[in-house]
T-cell receptor
């Protein structure tokens, strides 16, 4: 079984300040983890993925995430928020096995203010 | 390279009707998966197809079905529509057989409203 918990449904930051979106996961297998972003009325776009290589993963648009097995966390960060980062972010987990499916978190809406 | 194309983008149906949604994956992608997105339930996996075969299925009733054609295009069908089926239906394609190990490319979705 696998699950993912996004700890904040809504995060608000000022432009130019750091972004932290939190994600905890649970998986019976060595997980693969992803962060996706969804802008209004758009599909999802992959930001970054962790698949058991380096624990610090760099993605697009300046985002990165660190896989911490001891804390079962995969938090998404960005040093400096931009207005265009305002969107909904989804943490996604999948375990091993041929029947494994993607499990999406409930999403975190990021608001960026001037 | 064209992205994932979903049609129609918006549609309105009444309870009891059926609906068919279409998804054209990125050229060369052979895996197509479908997701339902609602404010209450979030994103939920419906099913995944690869080489015209359903490889994986989520926990949805039998009213939800799908298929994939030899050109990798996919359709999903919902019969006997209920109010709760109102949602954004997202299609995603990927190169590999198992969408869970690769990058998914999403379409913009088909927004279904059931009255």
């Amino acid at each position: 079984a696998q699950s993912v918990t996004q700890l904040d449904s809504h995060v608000s930051v000022s432009e130019g300040t750091p972004v932290l979106l939190r994600c905890n996961y649970s998986s019976s297998y060595s997980p693969s983890l992803f962060w996706y972003v969804q802008h209004p009325n758009k599909g999802l776009q992959l930001l970054l993925k962790y698949t058991s290589a380096a624990t610090l993963v760099k993605g697009i648009n300046g985002f990165e995430a660190e896989f911490k097995k001891s804390e079962t966390s995969f938090h998404l960060t960005k040093p400096s928020a931009h207005m265009s980062d305002a969107a909904e972010y989804f943490c996604v987990v999948t375990g091993g096995g041929t029947a494994s499916k993607l499990t999406f978190g409930t999403g975190t809406r990021l608001q960026v203010t001037l | 390279k064209a992205g994932v194309t979903q049609t129609p983008r918006y549609l309105i149906k009444t309870r009891g009707q059926q609906v068919t949604l279409s998804c054209s994956p990125i050229s060369g992608h052979r895996s197509v998966s479908w997701y339902q997105q609602t404010p209450g339930q979030g994103l939920q996996f419906l099913f995944e197809y690869f080489s015209e075969t359903q490889r994986n299925k989520g926990n949805f009733p039998g009213r939800f079905s799908g298929r994939q054609f030899s050109n990798s295009r996919s359709e999903m069908n919902v019969s006997t529509l209920e109010l709760g089926d109102s949602a954004l239906y997202l299609c995603a394609s990927s190169l590999g057989f198992r969408a869970n190990t690769g990058e998914l490319f999403f379409g913009e979705g088909s927004r279904l409203t059931v009255l």
